[in-house]
């Protein structure tokens, strides 16, 4: 008898919190449409100045009602109630249990629907609008960044050649040197390696020796990809360290768009 009037003091605790949320939901409802009315000569609206210890218990009283509080109270209530049905299962306790957890499950429902009906009403939210998941519109949206790829690379390979600084000592400089070359060769764009420790990759037909290149241009960290405008003198930094193929793809892009987009 007395584990289920312990079992029903804790659901009158569970049914304060969950009323607590949803009193604090009309509260807040009320409140903005209070904010919305007009109001009129301010002094008919003017309330009796309130004393240090009330606007104190104030303070308190709205820190307890505030949705993160109760939130945390009840994450605390539903792992008091798990812990007591498994230390002390029981019915009651798993009642208590049970009770608590489906009004989470509920209020999590209410949160999805809340969420789709919001998108609905308010589609500039809905990040999946530009960024669909979907198979086939992934399918589509590849095809296309792949052709502004294309088009971006183009466009850099008519005007600037590609600086390769590397090391021909490290073994991370010379995996990417394969990446590197064949790159150049697909989208024709002119390459011109740099060795900065003396050792050249014989993967490459023509290897410079770093003569103060790097220290001109400012590079300091390796390997190092820098497209350079020969008439203009412009110096576009492309990347820093190790980079895929198709990472170097969406890199130019990155670098025509000036990182837009979401690009």
Known sequence: METVLKSEVFILKVIKIMMGIT?????ITGLAQEIERAVGWHWYNETPLKTDKEKEINKEEE????AVAQMTQLRQAVEEAKARAILYPTIANMRSYLILQ???????????????????VHPELD???LHPTQNSAQSL????????????????????GMFFFYRG???LDQELAKTIDDFSKQHKISLIPISMDGRPIELFRKNQLNQGQAEQ???????????????????VPLNYGFISESGLRRRFLQVATNFKDGV
Not at 141 to 160: D, V, W
């Open 169 to 171: 000592n490290e073994a």
């Open 102 to 120: 489906n009004f989470v499950t509920n209020q999590a429902s209410l949160f999805t629907q809340a969420w789709k009906r919001t998108l609905l």
């Open 141 to 160: 949206l590849y095809a296309q960044t792949s052709s502004k790829e294309n088009e971006a690379i183009a466009a850099y390979s008519k005007k600037y």
């Open 23 to 27: 009193i604090m939901g009309m509260h």
């Open 217 to 235: 241009l400012g590079v300091k960290y390796f390997p190092a990809l820098i497209l350079v405008e020969p008439k203009s003198r412009r110096i």
């Open 127 to 129: 990040y999946s609008i």
């Open 63 to 66: 820190k307890a009602s505030s």
